[in-house]
């Protein structure tokens, strides 16, 4: 990471696409850099203190949707109006817009986002016109990392698209109190135009009550819910995506879901318990599922307020996560909050889901006990990576962690990596002497960097030294992680102030390093924080192996 201006590092960035003959990769660098330009006064007025009103264009469909943006917004001193029909002027200081597709005349592109809800296994909604409404608009919210490696083959991409994942609603008022039970089930939707979910509710009501509802929206519809046991979701499309929003409606009403099970589900680990899935496609998997949910419906009732908990927690964090991403919110907001992680861990891979072959790489090549965290984002890349480990390290302090790994979504790992991480974490364990990072490679060297001390342990060499570069793995122990918990992210000092600098300048480091380095970096990947391929990194990395190689001799010769 080059100590060079901001200014200069985007022109060196931009000869580098040319040098490699990347005319569509500048092409696209320049059109960001001419967004961010733009947007920029936006976000100025959004962030002036002004009083400034949002407002939330929806359908009533998505009315549950528009009231969780609606009352997150409110959490931040944020006002909004929900508009659920078209608008012929569009008076409000900024609009969030759900399901675009349905409104004749949306609000100018730089003061709308677009809420992107439609499930891309079915292309019509999809049109040229609906993909140039989401490329003109401010930003683009998706709930779905399909959609998400959809919309990037559409040319719709990161850092244009920002993942937000539905969730659940916590009720208190009056209006949470539970109904007298009069259905088994209840299905909301489209039942008359689609042959598949017809074929399964009449088999569901030929041996439960089931109240079927159409065109039915609001709180009358919730009244419905609340007098059913449980909800029925079948899929419009064979294949579809799970339908986050009525799910996610139903249980914030105190009401389980027996849902038919989708590829996707596995997103979604925050609503076990509360949803039970059945085989997809499988009228008898349903029949069953079904039987075994009645009998034992009281059973629901412990499980469900964790669920509500854990899914509205989600959504809380990732649609701060969007506003710190726009600017709206300062950088420091989303940390001063718990962070929200899909389970409790010691080792987490960093990881942006709007960059998909990324995120999908590392979902395939996490080791066994490793959770995939959403790295926070920002204007300027560095300061979100950076946000992303203050997080985690308050995460682990806060849960009285001795030590905290962290691999990036670039990261190689040796074929044997369970068993070196093993090796390390005893080697750490038991060392006599103080350490406080074990990193498993370094992309650069400071000239001051020093040997501390060398030895071999089940013929691997560990050098301890007192200054380090590199994020892309590492094991972080007590002292580390009250470092990291106290960096400042209002400090916006390139130079100084990423997060490898910032551990970089600390006094009276212990860091840990093998020899060979234990990991790599993937070369084909493209930097998120500045543009550039990641083999750019490749020659710097062999060259801070090599000067710690030469730095060992100089220590051990000094031994002598």
Known sequence: MPRVSNHFRQLTNALRYLARGDLPGLVNRLKWYGREYSNAKVRKRLISGSGAVWGILCTPHTLFVAQAISARLASHGIGSEIITGQLKRFDHDFYIVLCAQMFKQ?????????????????SRWFTDKYIRDLDESFAVLEYSL??????AKMGVRYPHVHYLPIGACIDEGPSAIQAEKKYDFVFYGDSLSSERRRSFLQELQSRYTVRVCKDVFGEDMHGIIREAKAVINIHYYEGALLETPRLCECISLGVPVLSEGTADQGEYPELDGAVKFFEQGSIEAMMSAAEEMMENIRSFDNILQAAVTASADRFAFMFDRFLVALGVLPANAILEKPIYVAENSSFFALSLPETIDRRRAITQACPDGCVIFDGIRNTRGWVGCASSFNALSRYALNAQLDKLTVIEDDVILPPDFDQVFDEVGD??????SRWDIFSGLMADIHPSAR???VETVAGRTYVTMDKMTSTVFNIYGKRALELLSSWN??????VTNTIDRYLERQEDLRIVVTLPFIAGHKEEMTSTLWGFENGRYTPMIAEAERKIEALVQEWRRKKR
């Open 106 to 122: 949306l609000p100018p592109g730089n003061r709308r986002v677009i809420f992107q809800l439609e499930q891309s296994v079915s």
């Open 489 to 494: 992210p209002l400090d916006t000092n390139a």
């Open 451 to 453: 040997v501390l001390s």
């Open 146 to 151: 399909t959609n998400i490696e959809y919309l």
């Open 427 to 432: 080697y750490l364990d038991n060392r006599e």
